[in-house]
Every structure is written in structure tokens, then in C-alpha cells.
């Protein structure tokens, strides 16, 4: 009997890859193949590193659920009236809106942190003079000095009164004990832990809004070796920017979209009569516009990867990157290629200290199909942890999204496309004087790599999606 079954979830699995989970001609051979090679072994592997059947089958019926309950969010104003932009923003912000159904959206001030001490310090503040709610996602916060704080101060407003709802990822806390959190929980906080089975399908976003009024996206999470308090991989360089205005609107409705789809059914109700509730800030005609992008794998549109290679494709003169590691998929890896070939000029930054014995052979061995084409590599002395891209003088993106596979079509991720220009040259500075802190890497080096180097390239290049 148990062979029957077992036979039976076998060929539904090989099914499943070939109608249900709509891959790509390629991967889809792959798995089947495996499958096929190592019968239940391969299954096993499938449905741990390749099946997004649960992931989906979850989003449907719980989006469904959110649908019926609570009413269409309204459309944005027309936030381009009278206003004067490049063809590089239109583009973008067209392909957004129409692709990624992403509104236009607009913020009031910026601060951008590039060190986890002076973000700590700003956020923590402004957790400290919230009066009505903090939400707050990371794809980690882990059992520390910095993880602690967090939960105490998050206690301390649950204890007034404020609504305090906190996610974060399951399997990347794994080593964070509940118990961490059950202050927070007693105090009347919620805390849940997104996607608890195992895959490696995770929920990569940096999330935090306060209040309807402030809003935080970026790389960083919750941890000491962001403020350089780790023995590992310092100095750390990070990216993170806090917004106010009426762009928080949108971080809300992610984050709760998020929370709905996560929450256990007994307190459904109400967080449903919690969002019904809250009012958010209306929109207004202004210089400083935004977008924000969501992606994961509940969807076949790879939003996340769509928008960067609208981004690339928008380039006229210079594309700036920061990525901890650079694994990029066919189609943006070629779209780079092109810039980089039709004069366009590229600058990739990736940090001096080793990601992992893995990670960095893959990220030298991309890096060194773009160079070919007169791209600039630079490492950076120390870690960075940064996750941004500029375009021209026009449009910066700062979020979650780390240039790899699995940041750009496989995990949760968000990002913020911004077009207000003295953003986008401040975020310029920052780079141009990250340069100082790097040793460039000439394509010369990239040759001369020794054979070491090579056959680890070889080894984990096949498993560059999984990276």
C-alpha cells in the first residue's frame, strides 16, 4: 500500500513540474530528469529546493479570502500633472504601473543610513514616540544584543496600547528561540513567522512602517553584525532609507497583505477589523515620486527581475550596482551585456571579504562575463551588504533585492524605484565615495585566476539558481 502511494505521489509530482508549476522549459527538464535518475530522492529534493505548489496553493485561497473581506484599495491621484521627467522615469514608471501594478506614489523626506548604527538609532526612536501601530518585517532578527533591543522597545509600546504586529522569515529563525519574543506576545503583540514548511522559497523583505507615517526599506535586518558588533565580515556596509508621507500607504497595505496571508485563522477577524480601521494619508502632487515593487513566487510575472531589466534597458549612460553577490539569470546578465556593449557604462560593486566558499567563486565568474564588455568591478574593503542600482542621473533603487537568482525570481522580496533627482544624487555620492573604500578588479585578474578558483566555479555554477 505504501508503494502505491508513494508511486502515486511520484508521477502527481513529475505531473506537477510539467502543467501546474508553469518553469521554464529548461529547469522543468531538469527536475524531471533528476526525478527520473533518483526516483524518491529526487522527489524529496523537488519538493524541498523546486516545488512552489504549497507556496501558491496558499496565496490563492488566502488572497481570495482577503479579497471577499476587504474592500479595493482606491487609485492613487495622478501624481505626473504638470510635472517634467526623463524618458528613463516615464519608462520605468510606466512598466511598473502596467506590469507590476505599482502605484506612483510620493513621499514627504528621505534619510538614507549606510551604517546599522545610525539606522538603529533612527528607528529605534521612532519606535520609541509611536502612538498607534509598528509593524514591522525582516527576513531575520536574530538572538542578540540588537534582536533584543528591538523586542524590548516593540514591548514597551505594546504595553501602551500601540499595535505592534511583527513577521518575520521561519527557517532563517530558526535559531531565534520564541521565548525571545514572549514578552512582546504577553504585552499584546503579535509576532508570526512567514512560511513555516520547509523550502527554499523564502521571505526576504525588510519592512517597517509606523504609524501610517514613516516607512523603512532596505538591505538590513535585525542583528549586531549590522552595527558592526560581530567578530565576522566588518566593517559592514548596508543600505536603508526611511521615508515619511503618503508612500507609507503603500508599505502598509504590502505589509499587511503579507500579515493577512500569514496570521492563524483565530485572529483573522481581528486583524481584518484592524486594517478596516486605519487611515491613511492622502496623496499629493509631488517632485519627490516613488514606486515600490513586490516579488515572489505566488505569481509567474517575476516582478522583481522585470523591473530591473526595465530599469537596464532604460540606461543611456551609466548603470551603478551594489550586491553582496552578483548571480544574475540569462535574461539580465545579457541585458547588462548590452549595455555594457552599446556604450553604456557599468560599475558593479561587490565586497573584498568572502560571502561564502560558494557564493564567491559564482558572483567572480559573472562578474567576469560583464567586464569582457568594459564593465568596472570594484571590492570593497570589508562586507557590503548593500542592495541598490542607479540608472543615469535619474532612477536609484534601494530594497531587498540582492542580484541573484533567488532575490529576482524566487523570494519575497520589495524594492523602492525612486525618481526625484536630488535622492538619486545623493545616492550617487555615496557610491562614488564608496569607491575610495575598494580595490578594483580588472578583467586582466579575472583571466589570470588560478585553477583553484576555476574548478569551484565548475562545482557550484550548475547550482546557481538555489544561491
Known amino acids: 500500500m505504501l508503494k502505491i502511494i508513494l508511486l502515486i505521489l511520484y508521477i502527481a509530482t513529475i505531473l506537477a513540474v510539467i502543467f501546474w508549476e508553469r518553469k521554464n522549459p529548461t529547469e522543468a527538464m531538469l527536475w524531471v530528469l533528476v526525478m527520473v535518475c533518483i526516483p524518491y530522492a529526487g522527489m524529496l529534493l523537488y519538493l524541498i529546493f523546486g516545488s512552489t505548489t504549497a507556496i501558491k496553493l496558499t496565496s490563492v485561497f488566502r488572497r481570495k479570502r ?70 514591522v518585517l525582516f527576513y531575520t532578527i536574530h538572538h542578540d544584543v540588537m534582536g533584543e533591543a528591538l523586542v524590548k522597545a516593540l514591548t514597551e509600546k505594546a504595553k501602551e496600547g500601540v499595535t505592534v504586529l511583527v513577521m518575520c522569515d521561519f527557517i532563517a529563525n530558526l535559531s531565534t528561540p520564541r521565548k525571545m519574543f514572549r514578552p512582546l506576545v504577553e504585552a499584546g503583540g503579535k509576532v508570526v513567522r512567514v512560511k513555516p ?120 549612460k551609466k548603470i551603478r550596482i551594489q550586491s553582496p553577490y552578483f548571480i544574475p539569470d540569462a535574461s539580465v546578465l545579457d541585458a547588462l551585456k548590452t549595455a555594457a556593449a552599446s556604450g553604456v557604462k557599468i560599475d558593479l560593486m561587490i565586497p573584498g571579504i568572502k560571502a561564502s566558499f560558494f557564493l564567491d567563486p559564482v558572483t567572480t565568474y559573472y562578474a567576469g562575463q560583464i567586464m569582457e564588455f568594459g564593465a568596472r568591478v570594484y571590492k570593497y574593503h570589508g562586507y557590503i551588504h548593500a542592495k541598490t542600482m542607479t540608472i543615469d542621473d535619474e532612477i536609484c533603487c534601494i530594497g531587498s533585492v540582492n542580484m541573484d ?45 588560478g585553477q583553484k578558483e576555476k574548478i569551484a566555479e565548475c562545482v557550484f555554477l550548475p547550482f546557481a539558481p538555489l544561491m
Open 405 to 449: 537568482m533567488r532575490s529576482l525570481m524566487v523570494d519575497d522580496e520589495i524594492c523602492g524605484i525612486f525618481y526625484a533627482n536630488d535622492l538619486v544624487q545623493e545616492y550617487i555620492e555615496i557610491f562614488e565615495n564608496d569607491i575610495q573604500n575598494c580595490d578594483p578588479y580588472f578583467y586582466d585578474q579575472f583571466l589570470k585566476r
Open 66 to 135: 482577503l479579497s471577499r473581506r476587504l474592500p479595493a484599495a482606491e487609485k492613487p491621484r495622478d501624481l505626473l500633472t504638470g510635472q517634467k521627467f526623463s524618458e528613463e522615469d516615464l519608462q520605468v514608471m510606466q512598466f511598473n504601473a502596467n506590469y507590476n501594478n505599482s502605484p506612483v506614489t510620493c513621499y514627504d523626506d528621505h534619510q538614507v543610513f549606510i551604517t546599522g548604527e545610525a539606522h538603529y538609532r533612527a528607528l529605534f526612536q521612532d519606535i520609541k514616540e509611536a502612538k498607534e501601530n509598528i509593524y
Open 197 to 316: 514548511y520547509l523550502t527554499h522559497y523564502r521571505s526576504h523583505r525588510k519592512i517597517v512602517t509606523i504609524d501610517h507615517k514613516i516607512g523603512y526599506i532596505g538591505g538590513m535586518n535585525i542583528g549586531k553584525q549590522y552595527a558592526n558588533l560581530a567578530e565576522k565580515k566588518n566593517p559592514w556596509r548596508d543600505t536603508q532609507i526611511r521615508l515619511t508621507g503618503a508612500c507609507t500607504a503603500t508599505l502598509d497595505a504590502y505589509f499587511m497583505t503579507d500579515f493577512l496571508c500569514a496570521v492563524r485563522r483565530r485572529d483573522w477577524e481581528d486583524m481584518v477589523k484592524h486594517m478596516e480601521s486605519i487611515e491613511m494619508p492622502q496623496q499629493r502632487i509631488s517632485p519627490n515620486l516613488c514606486q515600490f515593487v513586490v516579488g515572489g513566487v505566488d505569481n509567474d510575472r517575476e516582478a522583481v527581475k522585470m523591473n530591473y531589466l526595465s530599469m537596464i534597458r532604460s540606461a543611456k
